[in-house]
């Protein structure tokens, strides 16, 4: 079993920063891909970024895309997100995930384990 808890969300105007944090305890199998993931009011949950734990691939939604940074520390027990030139749009509750599977992908259906979400919000 895997525990993911998330934190770094806020209030941050348009233009501004922020950087997600999830900590990862509790793993009786080692996860090879984090997620992150978000879900505004009214939509459907949708893919942000992932990064494989080795540190040497990453895939990112072509919304956040030059905009945000997955990266995780040698430990492996920490996956951040750095979010830069926020937009309104950009609000959502951000949720990480993780997966065994080596492959970057995008479904919500293809992560088993998710932390409890932190809210963004970008005001204009």
């Known amino acids: 079993q895997v525990q993911l808890v998330e934190s770094g969300g806020g209030l941050v105007q348009a233009g501004g920063s922020l950087r997600l944090s999830c900590a990862a305890s509790g793993r009786t199998f080692s996860p090879n891909t984090m997620g992150w993931f978000r879900q505004a009011p009214g939509k459907e949950r949708e893919f942000v970024a992932a990064?494989?734990?080795?540190?040497?691939?990453?895939n990112y939604a072509d919304s956040v895309k030059d905009r945000f940074t997955i990266s995780g520390d040698n430990a492996g027990n920490t996956v951040y997100l750095q979010m830069s030139s926020l937009k309104p749009e950009d609000t959502a509750v951000y949720y990480c995930a993780c997966r065994s599977g080596s492959t970057l992908l995008t479904r919500t259906y293809s992560y088993p384990y998710w932390g409890q979400g932190t809210q963004v919000t970008v005001s204009s």
């Open positions: 990064i494989a734990w080795t540190g040497d691939r990453t």
